[in-house]
């Protein structure tokens, strides 16, 4: 017989170490990502009477994980907006772009973690889930809250948005170029 | 990615390092693998190093819940959480005595209506309550939409008594008196995320009592001596 899941304690150096996990996936740096993990971990203890028997303690607590983490940006993004408002901001913004060296050369993992950071909530935080953490569509599905074809739905425009970012920072999409983009590697 | 080899190889690429020329030959022509394009082969290889770089991540801390074994719940930036609380506290303590003031001016009857039915008129108009008293204050922007135990009505028209202190948030001095219903609360820790409804949507008493029912604010209403 199946084990309910509130009748086994959770292991909560392996919990800590897979919210802790999706807490930096979700914000990129480590030091929120710390305080996030420990407020989705202390708010998922607080609330755990009404975890349903059949959620498990990862998606539990992931649920919170994501949770916390959306108002942690959220909180980011007012910041950002008080401390210099909303036009300083975007010039900001328009500066460093303008300054930043050409994306095409930098590492293929940092420029698509970076157009990730720049899609909007849900499909960030579903491509965040599938790809960098190794969710399954259910998982993700039951950590957002939400049914597996609004995942898969935020996933294909995920990589829609993905694949238009690339080719705006000229990586092509022809077949033939496989090796060229292997060229750059320096080798053979 | 359709082939073990094809993946490794491509991960070692994302990640700046040299594949072999045998690898690269394989890549090129492997035909699990032509189906993805070179802009797919870059998404995923990139997604797949993510992921790895990721799985290598270990917390700094282990999560100790309250209860076990003598162990405490360890949260960091206390500071913040209970300086917070004492400036709710202290903005209550404020509103009291506003609200003693005002009511002893008014002859308006016995129940100190603090919310107020009426059409939304600002431009951000599904967020807003209109017509609650507004008070700013140095020490923050926090707002009661009912007190416990007190008739109040709500912006809906409808009158209702709270079963406990209900905080509004200000976003801004500025916005003032118009109301953003969850965005302080949040912040304050006042309140659960899951426990807000959308209030991008138009909200009814449902609603509002749902939030009465959920939300425990007693201690800080008990601080600004009105539990």
Redesign the interface.
């Known amino acids: 017989m199946t084990p309910r899941h509130e009748d086994a304690a959770p292991d909560?150096?392996e919990?800590?170490?897979r919210?802790?996990?999706l807490c930096?996936?979700m914000l990129r740096d480590e030091t929120p990502a710390?305080?996030a993990?420990?407020?989705a971990?202390?708010?998922g203890?607080a609330?755990r009477a009404s975890r349903r028997e059949d959620v498990s303690w990862w998606t539990w607590f992931g649920g919170f994980a994501v949770?916390?983490c959306?108002?942690f940006r959220?909180?980011r993004a007012?910041e950002a907006e008080r401390s210099a408002g909303t036009e300083a901001l975007e010039a900001v913004e328009a500066e460093r772009d303008a300054t930043e060296p050409a994306p095409a050369s930098l590492?293929?993992?940092r420029?698509?973690?970076d157009a990730v950071m720049h899609l909007p909530d849900r499909q960030r935080e579903v491509t965040v889930l599938r790809?960098?953490?190794?969710a399954s569509t259910a998982e993700a599905a039951e950590l957002l809250g939400c049914p597996e074809g609004t995942i898969k739905s935020n996933l294909h425009k995920a990589?829609a948005s993905?694949?238009a970012a690339?080719?705006k920072v000229g990586?092509?999409?022809?077949?033939s170029?496989?090796?060229a983009?292997?060229d750059r590697?320096?080798?053979? | 990615m359709n082939c073990q080899a094809c993946q490794q190889a491509l991960i070692a690429a994302a990640a700046g390092d040299p594949p072999s020329p045998t690898a690269k030959a394989h890549v090129v022509q492997c035909a699990a693998c032509l189906a993805f394009s070179q802009r797919q082969r870059a998404i995923l290889a990139a997604f797949e190093s993510i992921r790895v770089e990721h799985e290598a991540l270990r917390a700094p801390f282990v999560f100790a819940p309250p209860g076990n074994k003598g162990t405490k719940a360890r949260r960091l930036s206390l500071l913040p959480r209970v300086a917070s609380f004492l400036a709710a506290a202290a903005v209550l303590a404020l509103l009291v005595v506003r609200y003693e003031a005002v009511e002893s001016r008014s002859s308006s009857g016995p129940s100190r209506v603090v919310a107020s039915g009426g059409d939304p008129v600002a431009e951000d108009s599904d967020r807003v309550i209109p017509g609650v008293p507004s008070l700013a204050s140095p020490l923050g922007y926090i707002e009661a939409l009912a007190w416990a135990g007190e008739e109040a009505t709500s912006f809906t028209g409808d009158v209702f008594t709270a079963d406990h202190v209900v905080l509004v948030g200000v976003a801004s001095p500025s916005l003032s008196p118009t109301l953003h219903l969850d965005e302080r609360l949040l912040e304050e820790d006042l309140i659960w995320d899951d426990d807000v409804p959308d209030v991008s949507e138009d909200m009814s008493d449902d609603d509002l009592e749902f939030i009465l029912d959920d939300v425990d604010l007693g201690d800080v209403g008990a601080a600004a001596g009105r539990g």
Not at chain 1, 131 to 134: D, K, M, T
Not at chain 1, 171 to 175: K, P, W
Not at chain 1, 185 to 188: K, L, T
Request: glycine share 12%; aromatic share 10%.
């Open positions: 909560f150096r919990l800590s170490d919210v802790y996990r930096v996936a710390r305080d993990a420990q407020e971990l202390v708010r203890w609330r949770r916390v959306r108002e959220r909180g007012r590492p293929m993992t420029i698509v973690r790809y960098f953490i190794g990589l993905l694949h690339l080719a990586i092509e999409d022809e077949l170029g496989v090796s983009g292997f590697g320096g080798s053979g």
